[in-house]
C-alpha cells in the first residue's frame, strides 16, 4: 500500500516542478492554509504560540503571510513533553521516529506521521531522477542508518555504511556495481583518494550524488576524475526532507517549493550570507512552522532554470550559524568566507578551520612536507586579509584530518559557547 502511494505521490512531484511560478504559489498556498488551521487545532506548542502572538490561523494565508509567525529553535522544542508538539489527532504510536544527526551536538527526535514518511521517500526519488536515476538503474547508497548490506532487490539498491573503511567501500562499489554512487561526502572523498593513490581499482558509477557536508570545488573534481562520473550535491534534513538538489545544469540547488518554504533571515554584519528558516509544508505528525535550521546560505538568481524547473534556486549553502566566526568587536564571518579565502591556495589538499577564542586559531591542513612552507605563508595571510592582524593563527599539518567514524566533517568549526541567534 505505501508503495503504491510512494510512486502516485512522486509522479505528482515530477510535474510541479514545471509548473509555472503560479502555479507553485498556488500548491504553496493551499499547503500552508491546510497546516496553519492543522498546527493550531491539534498541536498545544502552535496554539500558544499563535495566541501569544496574537495570530489567527485565518490571518496567514501565504508565503508573506507566514513570517508574522515567530521563529521556532530547535531548542525551543527539545525541552518539551513530546505531546507538546505533536499531534494529538494522531496516536504517539503511530508516528515514526527519526534522530536527527546531532551535529550541534545535541541530538532531535522529529516525529513523522506516515503520509509525511511516503512523501519523504516520494521527494527523495525526485531528487535522484534530478541526477539522470531511472528506475531499473542499480543504486549503492553510503549511509549513516545501519544498513549496511541491506538490498532492496525490487529497486535493486544496495546500502553501506559511512562507518566502513575506503577499503571495505571499494569491495562494497565491485560487489554492487551501481549506475548511481550515493553517500556522504567525507567517506566518498577518502574512497576517491583511495582509488587514485592505487589502494584499490573499482567499478566507476555514471552518476554521484553527494550529500551532508559542503561540497568543495576539489572534492567535486576529485570524484569526477577518480571514477569519470557526473557529479551532483544534494542538501537536506531530517527535519525538512530533500529541501535542494543539483539539475544537469550544476547552477545551485533548486529547491522543493513544493514541499519546503525557504526564508533566508540577515545574519552578521556583511550579509554575504543568510539564515536558513524552514517551514515543511506537509509534515503534521509534527508540525516545523518557521523553524531555525542553524544553517547558513544565500539565495540563487531568479528565473526559470535552463533545464526549465521554474523552482526557486538556492545558490549555496555557507555551514552551520554555530560554525561561524565571532570576533572580538562583534564581526560575525560564515565558513564560506572562510573558504573562499583558502581555496585558491595551491597544494592544500584538505583542510579544517578552528576557532580556539576570539584571537587564536588552528589551521589544520593535509599536505607534502615540501609544501607546507609556501602553504603556511599564503594562507596566514589571506585568512588575517578577513579576520585582522591581531588575529593568532597556528598551522598544524597533518597526515589525516578525517572526522571520528560516523561523524561529519566540520570545514570550519568554532568551540566558543553556542551564540543565540538573532
Known amino acids: 500500500m505505501e508503495a503504491a502511494k510512494i510512486l502516485a505521490t512522486y509522479v505528482r512531484l515530477l510535474g510541479n516542478q514545471w509548473r509555472n511560478r503560479d502555479g507553485i504559489r498556488e500548491i504553496q498556498e493551499r499547503k500552508i492554509r491546510r497546516l496553519v488551521r492543522y498546527a493550531y487545532a491539534n498541536v498545544p506548542y502552535y496554539r500558544n504560540l499563535f495566541d501569544s502572538a496574537g495570530i489567527s490561523p485565518g490571518s496567514?494565508?501565504?508565503?508573506?503571510?507566514?513570517?508574522?509567525?515567530?521563529?521556532?529553535?530547535?531548542?525551543?522544542?527539545?525541552?518539551?513533553?513530546?505531546?507538546?508538539?505533536?499531534?494529538?489527532?494522531?496516536?504517539?504510536?503511530?508516528?515514526?521516529?527519526?534522530?536527527?544527526?546531532?551535529?550541534?551536538?545535541?541530538?532531535?527526535?522529529?516525529?513523522?506521521?506516515?503520509?509525511?514518511?511516503?512523501?519523504?521517500?516520494?521527494?527523495?526519488?525526485?531528487?535522484?531522477?534530478?541526477?539522470?536515476y531511472a528506475f531499473g538503474d542499480k543504486v549503492l547508497l553510503v549511509t549513516g542508518n545501519g544498513k549496511s548490506g541491506e538490498r532492496k532487490r525490487l529497486l535493486r539498491w544496495d546500502y553501506a555504511s559511512i562507518l566502513q573503511s575506503p577499503e571495505e567501500l571499494a569491495c562494497a562499489v565491485n560487489r554492487s556495481r551501481?549506475?548511481?554512487?550515493?553517500?556522504?561526502?567525507?567517506?566518498?572523498?577518502?574512497?576517491?583518494?583511495?582509488?587514485?593513490?592505487?589502494?584499490?581499482?573499482?567499478?566507476k558509477p555514471r552518476k554521484i550524488l553527494a550529500t551532508a557536508e559542503s561540497l568543495d570545488g576539489e572534492t567535486r573534481a576529485l570524484l569526477k576524475e577518480t571514477f569519470d562520473a557526473e557529479v551532483f550535491e544534494y542538501y537536506g534534513m531530517t527535519e525538512m526532507g530533500p529541501v535542494g538538489w543539483e539539475c544537469p545544469e550544476h547552477d545551485g540547488f533548486h529547491v522543493s517549493e513544493d514541499a519546503v518554504i525557504v526564508e533566508f533571515l540577515p545574519f552578521g554584519p556583511d550579509g554575504e550570507d543568510s539564515r536558513l528558516v524552514m517551514t515543511n509544508l506537509d509534515l503534521?505528525?509534527?508540525?516545523?512552522?518557521?523553524?531555525?535550521?542553524?544553517?547558513?546560505?544565500?539565495?540563487?538568481?531568479?528565473?526559470?532554470?535552463?533545464?526549465?524547473?521554474?523552482?526557486?534556486?538556492?545558490?549555496?549553502?555557507?555551514?552551520?550559524?554555530?560554525?561561524?566566526?565571532?570576533?572580538?568587536?562583534?564581526?560575525?564571518?560564515?565558513?564560506?568566507?572562510?573558504?573562499?579565502?583558502?581555496?585558491?591556495?595551491?597544494?592544500?589538499?584538505?583542510?579544517?578551520?578552528?576557532?580556539?577564542?576570539?584571537?587564536?586559531?588552528?589551521?589544520?591542513?593535509?599536505?607534502?612536507?615540501?609544501?607546507?612552507?609556501?602553504?603556511?605563508?599564503?594562507?596566514?595571510?589571506?585568512?588575517?586579509?578577513?579576520?585582522?592582524?591581531?588575529?593568532?593563527?597556528?598551522?598544524?599539518?597533518?597526515?589525516?584530518?578525517?572526522?571520528?567514524?560516523?561523524?561529519?566533517?566540520?570545514?570550519?568549526?568554532?568551540?566558543?559557547?553556542?551564540?543565540?541567534?538573532?
Open 60 to 132: 496567514i494565508r501565504n508565503a508573506v503571510d507566514l513570517k508574522n509567525i515567530p521563529v521556532t529553535s530547535k531548542a525551543d522544542l527539545q525541552e518539551r513533553d513530546p505531546r507538546e508538539i505533536t499531534s494529538g489527532a494522531i496516536g504517539m504510536n503511530d508516528l515514526v521516529r527519526e534522530r536527527t544527526s546531532g551535529s550541534t551536538g545535541r541530538p532531535f527526535t522529529i516525529f513523522f506521521d506516515r503520509d509525511y514518511h511516503a512523501m519523504r521517500k516520494a521527494l527523495f526519488l525526485r531528487t535522484l531522477k534530478a541526477a539522470k
Open 178 to 203: 551501481p549506475d548511481l554512487l550515493y553517500g556522504c561526502v567525507t567517506p566518498l572523498k577518502l574512497l576517491a583518494r583511495h582509488v587514485a593513490d592505487g589502494g584499490a581499482v573499482v567499478h
Open 284 to 422: 503534521l505528525g509534527m508540525p516545523l512552522i518557521r523553524f531555525e535550521t542553524g544553517d547558513t546560505g544565500s539565495p540563487g538568481k531568479p528565473g526559470t532554470c535552463p533545464c526549465g524547473r521554474s523552482f526557486a534556486k538556492l545558490e549555496r549553502v555557507g555551514g552551520r550559524v554555530t560554525d561561524c566566526i565571532e570576533l572580538r568587536d562583534g564581526r560575525i564571518v560564515t565558513p564560506y568566507r572562510i573558504t573562499c579565502a583558502l581555496e585558491h591556495i595551491g597544494g592544500l589538499r584538505r583542510y579544517q578551520f578552528i576557532q580556539e577564542d576570539h584571537e587564536r586559531f588552528t589551521l589544520r591542513i593535509e599536505t607534502t612536507e615540501d609544501g607546507f612552507s609556501l602553504i603556511d605563508g599564503e594562507a596566514a595571510a589571506s585568512l588575517k586579509r578577513i579576520l585582522g592582524d591581531e588575529a593568532r593563527i597556528d598551522i598544524v599539518p597533518t597526515q589525516d584530518i578525517s572526522p571520528v567514524p560516523g561523524s561529519k566533517f566540520r570545514v570550519v568549526e568554532s568551540k566558543l559557547k553556542q551564540r543565540a541567534l538573532p
